[in-house]
């Protein structure tokens, strides 16, 4: 059975940077997109950036120039670096992983932006 594994969140102040991980346990074949989103109570959930097989990334309006995916395709890893934090950042981030055999998602790790 195949697990997203997610690392890397905790507190921090604002300005600071954190990075994210979400490994793969398992084997999953033909991953076309690894992706983050975020959410907190109450609000929608929000695709945060999006990595493609072939390199191509795409990120919210509110990150971008702060945040980068990053993918490890031999490891069946994404990362992201997320640099110049705000408190509006805070959320809970999860990772989710879309291949030819279906969408996984990781349980989600929570980031806290200290003002």
């Known amino acids: 059975q195949v697990q997203l594994v997610e690392s890397g969140g905790g507190l921090v102040q604002a300005g600071g940077s954190l990075r994210l991980s979400c490994a793969a346990s398992?084997?999953?074949?033909?991953?076309?997109?690894m992706s983050w989103y975020r959410q907190s109570p109450g609000n929608h959930r929000e695709l945060v950036a999006s990595?493609?097989?072939?390199?191509?990334?795409n990120y919210a309006d509110s990150v971008k120039g702060r945040f980068t995916i990053s993918r490890d395709n031999a490891k069946n890893t994404v990362y992201l670096q997320m640099d110049s934090l705000k408190p509006e950042d805070t959320n809970v981030y999860s990772c989710?992983?879309?291949?030819?055999?279906?969408?996984?998602w990781g349980q989600g790790t929570q980031v806290t932006v200290s003002s």
């Open positions: 989710t992983f879309e291949a030819l055999e279906g969408i996984y």
């Open positions: 398992g084997s999953i074949f033909s991953i076309i997109h």
């Open positions: 990595i493609t097989s072939s390199g191509s990334t």
